[in-house]
Structure formats: C-alpha cells, structure tokens
C-alpha cells in the first residue's frame, strides 16, 4: 500500500501524487513546471534545493530552453499562485546565485506504525490485555473524533441564472435564502426565493419598478424589501408570496434590518436628501405595523452620512458604515454602536476604515466579527472589538460584494460580480469598433508618447487584474505587473510605466516599472490609499490621489522617490497636468459627477472648469483644450472636447453601452480608445464551512 501523499503549509494543500493544489478547500491552477518546483522544495522543506537540481528535476538533459528564465518564470508563477512575495516571503526564500528555501512549516504524510509481533498463543492475561486495550482505543478514538479538525471551507454555487442577482439574505434557519434577480429578459429586478441546494425559484414580486434588497424578519414570516414603485419605498411580502404591504415612504440607502423583536426596521435614509430634506443618511427607526411615524435615532455629522446598517445576532449592537464622498471615491468608517430599546445607547465607535464605498455588511453568527464587500477588493472580516487590521476572505476571490451569514453560523452567501471590458477604437468620424478584447476584463488604455504603444490594465492572465502593453496595432501584447494592478500611465519619454497595485496592507500605492519589464519599484507607502497615477510634462513628479486626510486629495510625490505634497484641499481625484506644467486639471471623486476642476501650481485657486459630468476617469488634456467623456445616463455617454478658448464644449461621438475605465487619443488626435462593458453579471456564491 503507497503512502499517503497529502502535505499542508498554511491554508494550503498539496496531493504530490494526483499534482492538485488546493487553498482553503479551492482548487487552484498551476501548470506543470511551477508544481515540479513546488514539490521539489516541500520534499526538502527548510533545506536549500539548488537551481542546478531544479533544473534537472524539471528538464530533461536533451531539453533545449533558457533554464535561468525558464526556471525563474516558474517561480514566480508558483509565488503568483501562493500569494507570496519575494521581498517578504512567507513560503519560498530566495538565497540569491544558489536556489531556493521553503520556510513555512510543512505537515507531510505520516508513517504507519509498525505491527505487533505474536507467538499465536493468547492467554487470559493477553485476553484481558486486549480488552482492556480495545477500550483504550474506542475512548481515545472517542476523544480524537472530538478533536478533529473540521471540514475546509469550500466554495459552492447557489445560483447560475442569466443576468444579475444579487443582495442575497438567509432565512432564520438557514433552508432558503431571498435575492433579487432582474429576470430571464434583464428588464427589472424582483424579489425571489429559492432553498439552498434547489435549482427552481419562487418570484415575490413583480411590479415594473425596481424591487430588491430583501431583509428576512427574525421569525421568518415576513420579507422587508426596497421598491421603486409610487414613488419609492418600503414593503413587505409573505416569503411564499402574496399581497404586498407598503411600511415605508422613503427607501434605504442599502442593508436594513429588523429590530429583534419584529416591530420594526432599521433603515438608513438615502442620500442626498429628497426635495431638500435635511434627513439624508440618517439613521431611521421605521415602525412595521404602523401606529407611529418614522423617526430619526442616529443623525451623521455635516458632510458625512450612514449606510449599510445591520443588527447584531444578539440584538445588543447594531453595526453600519459612516461615509463621506461618492462612488469608489468615498472613504467609510465601519462602527458599531450598543442598542438598546430600540435606540443608540451612547456614541458609536470606529473598527475600521475603508477606502471605498461598502458594498454589503454583516455580522458573522458569533456576533465577533463583521463582514464587508468592497467590489473588486472582495469580501473583508475585521473584528469588531480591534486590535487586528482587515483581513480579506481569500476564498471570496475578488469583484465579491453583500455577503450574508447564516445565523446557525458556517455558511457566508455573496454576490460574485463577473464582468467582461473590451478595449474600443473609434476613428475620427467614424464608429467605434472592437479593438483589445479578451474573455474577461480590458480597460484603462494610455497610448505612449510617441504613439507607438498602448498600455492597459487586463485579466486575461487568469490571475486577476494586471498592466500590460502591446504594440499600436494591438499585437505583442506583454504583462508589465504583478496581479491586482492597474491604471497605467507613460512616462513623457515613454521609457517607464506608473501604476497602481493593491499591496499586502490591504491598500493601494503606486508604482513604476520599466516600460521594456522588470521589477517593479513601489513609489508611495501610505497612510491609506495612493492610486491613480499620472507624470508631470517634465517627468520629474508623479501625481496621485490619496486619502490619507480622511478624503481623495490630489498628492504628488518625486518619480524618484521621497516625501509626498498635498496639491488640493477642496477634494481631488482623477489628475492630468497641462501641457505647460503650469495647471493641474482633476475631477473631485471617482464618479467625475461633480464636473472638471482646474488649479494652478503651486498655490492657484481651485476651480471649476466644465460643470458637467467627466465619467470613467476618461479625459485627455492637450494645449488647447481637453477631451472628455459625459455622462447622459446609464448606458449613454458622449466624447466632448472643451476648447480653452471661449470655453465651449463640442460633441465629437456619442457611444453607446455602459463604460469601463479610460480614455485616451493617439497623438495625432486621430484615433480614441476607451473601454466598454460587452457583458455584466451576477450569480450567489456560497462558502460552506465558513469561520
């Protein structure tokens, strides 16, 4: 009989004999060389494996390659799959000029013990022995059933349905969970149930408005969810359908809750405000049953409003976010308050910041930790009593928003966004035409100076979001950066690439890599986030936006590296500099909503300069005006070019379908390139054994 041929390191798992990895019960990609250098470095662990006996452990004497390159390919690739870094190796150490180390403790297969020897003549001392022997054993395997280890996580699907669904939440117990789905057509989302482990569906509700967010009462008879109908509101619905009921005028600003004794929900009102109210982002006690009109229990500061309010398990603490900005600029704060009779009993306290806007909160079944999404950064755990950063749930992967937990505890429900980008090319005066495209996800293009090359941002590596390059025409596409970067930005001598990167810290910074590849060189190192980069005309500065204030700032920092400049101090965030080097021109947020604004350096007034829409961080400046795409609706936008000059703009195409990130014009202003979602979807994800 073969040994077993198991062997774990961290959360990770390695059958030698079958070549399968598997991370937090997840089965992992990992091509043939990479698995031969991870094998060869765990039959040696804490030992030195030379590259010599990679090299013949890999490649066979009459194989003809690049062993250096190909040998350091695969190890990064094994890095790349492991999640290590070389600089600060948690797994794999380098010993530079000699080989490789594995450092991490490693539990190999066991050794069978060896069989009892016998003359094959029992005797009663032997009898009574054994018995006594046999319930040694049965207790011990008593006491070992106790003490094993319990099943991995692992990942498994709840639903596969075209389009999008997604907000799911858990009945009480557990069997069935509620989501909204915008149909077989994509046309409207409606409420929908459906028990866990069961392909049909049961449609809640059907009215042509938006119906969504459901929120399951404790005692399981009733769902809360958000519609758009007359108006905007509040309803509730039998789980097995039927009549719906208004409870509410106003709707929710995402994840309400029931109080815990079914009377009531808590709700955030949306912001802004509506018709001028001074209400928006405030938390609301809304009665269920009537009787008594909603009324206000927590009221956020100037400039800030709340979100995502959601109830502890034991009814004792209620958690919500605390906002200031819009989009994926905003920066929130995750606090949680004691509640007590149905109100905020003291002042809430700060867990965690976040650098985004939280898409989804909630309580793991302990009541010890919470749980929030933040779109391509995945699903985050931070407890709730401090002392510990976030930690992000790997097994999520990226794009993985609302979670839900059971409230039996070991299951964690989400929405897995899946999205595919193309890279789009428009000709002046003609139509846009496919250009970069991929299964997945290409966007952010930046033609090089001189015009000759295109940097972009991809997942067609299979390893998440990554900057690549590729000739004008498209070809010789090569990836410059590790994975979970983006936002490239030429250098004015066309010789290094700037561009974000999500670090270890749980932040983004950026960096620079030689436009021919190479290492990359980190540039900033925080506090809080650093990304989107773009050069200074003289190439001497790197701009920036960072929150490290407490909101999206425009910083600027020597290419060379050094102490970071503050430039803005009314927001900032989407940068380009003028083709002078006297003038900074930025958006204050993500979203671009709040038009273009200008500041001259190093003291000038900030201004506004296009008082419309500047969408997908997609503008390019020239010396005599600026290109710009506008926002005329979801699916609708419009390249404009605003001429210095009078300071008009003009309409050059219009485009049609939901944009991605970027734009950007050849230097001979012939030819654009931005990116465009071709496909967008949702399907519920669970993780079983979730702790």
């Keep these: 009989m073969s040994e077993p041929s198991r062997v774990r390191f961290g959360v990770f798992e390695v059958d030698l004999h079958t070549r399968e990895v598997w991370k937090q019960g997840l089965l992992l990609r990992l091509q043939d060389q990479p698995f031969c250098v991870l094998q060869a470095l765990l039959e040696h662990p804490g030992e030195l494996v030379t590259r010599e006996e990679l090299q013949h452990k890999i490649w066979a004497g009459d194989t003809f390659v690049d062993f250096e390159q190909s040998l350091n390919r695969a190890v990064n690739k094994l890095r790349d799959a492991l999640g290590d870094d070389a600089g600060t190796p948690r797994f794999i150490e380098t010993l530079p000029r000699r080989g490789y180390r594995f450092i991490a403790p490693v539990d190999g297969p066991g050794k069978p013990a060896p069989p009892l020897v016998s003359d094959g003549k029992p005797s009663r001392k032997s009898v009574w022995g054994a018995a006594g022997a046999l319930l040694i054993v049965g207790a011990g395997l008593w006491w070992l059933r106790g003490r094993q280890p319990p099943p991995p996580p692992r990942v498994v699907t709840l639903t596969t349905l075209p389009g999008i669904e997604s907000t799911p939440a858990f009945s009480p117990d557990g069997r069935q969970v509620a989501f909204a789905w915008n149909g077989e057509r994509q046309e409207n989302f409606d409420v929908y149930v459906k028990v866990v482990g069961d392909t049909s569906v049961l449609r809640l509700t059907s009215d042509p408005g938006y119906d969504g967010l459901p929120a399951w009462s404790l005692d399981g008879r009733q769902i809360a969810f958000l519609s758009a109908r007359s108006g905007g509101g509040i309803y509730v619905v039998s789980p097995i359908g039927g ?28 912001y802004p405000p509506v018709s001028g109210e001074p209400a928006g982002g405030a938390l609301f006690l809304v009665p269920v049953e009537g009787g008594e009109a909603p009324r206000s229990i927590l009221t956020p500061p100037p400039g800030t409003r709340y979100a995502n309010v959601v109830l502890s398990p034991d009814g004792r603490s209620v958690a919500f976010g605390s906002c200031q900005g819009g989009g994926s600029g905003a920066t929130c704060r995750v606090q949680v308050a004691e509640f007590q009779n149905n109100a905020i009993v003291g002042r809430p306290r700060q867990i965690s910041t976040v650098s985004m806007r939280i898409l989804g909160l909630a309580w793991t079944a302990d009541g010890s930790s919470l749980v929030y999404g933040q779109g391509e950064r995945g699903l985050w755990r931070v407890p709730i009593h401090g002392g510990t950063n976030p930690e992000r749930v790997e097994l ?15 299951r964690l429900a989400y929405s897995q966004v899946t999205t595919q980008a193309d890279i789009w090319r428009l000709e002046r005066g003609g139509k846009p035409t496919p250009f970069l495209a991929s299964t997945l996800r290409d966007a952010a293009p930046q033609y090089s100076p001189d015009g000759s090359r295109i940097a972009f941002e991809s997942e067609r590596g299979g390893n998440g979001l990554t900057v690549w390059a590729a000739n004008a025409d498209g070809s010789g596409a090569v990836q410059l950066a590790k994975p979970r970067s983006g936002t490239p930005r030429w250098s004015p001598d066309g010789r290094w690439v700037a561009f974000d990167a ?20 980190q540039l900033t190192h925080g506090p809080g986030d650093n990304p989107i980069p773009s050069w200074s005309r003289d190439g001497k500065w790197i701009y920036f936006t960072s929150n490290r204030t407490g909101r999206f700032e425009v910083w600027r920092i020597p290419a060379g590296g050094g102490d970071a400049q503050q430039i803005t101090r009314n ?36 201004r506004q300069i296009i008082n419309e829409s500047v969408v997908a961080r997609g503008f390019a400046v020239f010396s005599d005006g600026i290109y710009y795409i506008h926002g005329l609706g979801q699916s609708r936008t419009e390249i404009r070019f605003h001429a210095f000059a009078g300071g008009r703009s003009q309409i050059i195409s219009e485009l049609e379908g939901p944009l991605s990130f970027g734009l950007t014009l050849s230097p001979d202003r012939k030819t654009f390139l931005f990116s465009k979602y071709v496909n967008v979807g949702q399907d519920l994800m669970m993780i079983e054994n979730f702790r």
């Design 571 to 606: 927001g900032g965030y989407t940068t380009f500099e003028s083709t002078d080097g006297v003038t900074i021109y930025y958006t204050l947020t993500e979203p671009g909503d709040g038009g273009l604004y200008a500041k001259r350096l190093p003291d000038g007034e900030e």
């Design 396 to 410: 999520a992967g990226g794009a993985a928003v609302y979670p839900a937990i059971d409230r039996k505890g070991g």
């Design 243 to 270: 009549p719906e009921r208004k409870v509410a005028d106003f709707g929710a600003s995402f994840d309400f809750c029931w109080t815990a004794d079914g009377k009531g929900l808590l709700v955030v009102k949306p």
């Design 502 to 521: 999500f670090g270890p810290n749980g932040h983004w910074d950026v960096w620079v890599v030689d436009a021919s590849g190479g290492a990359p060189r």
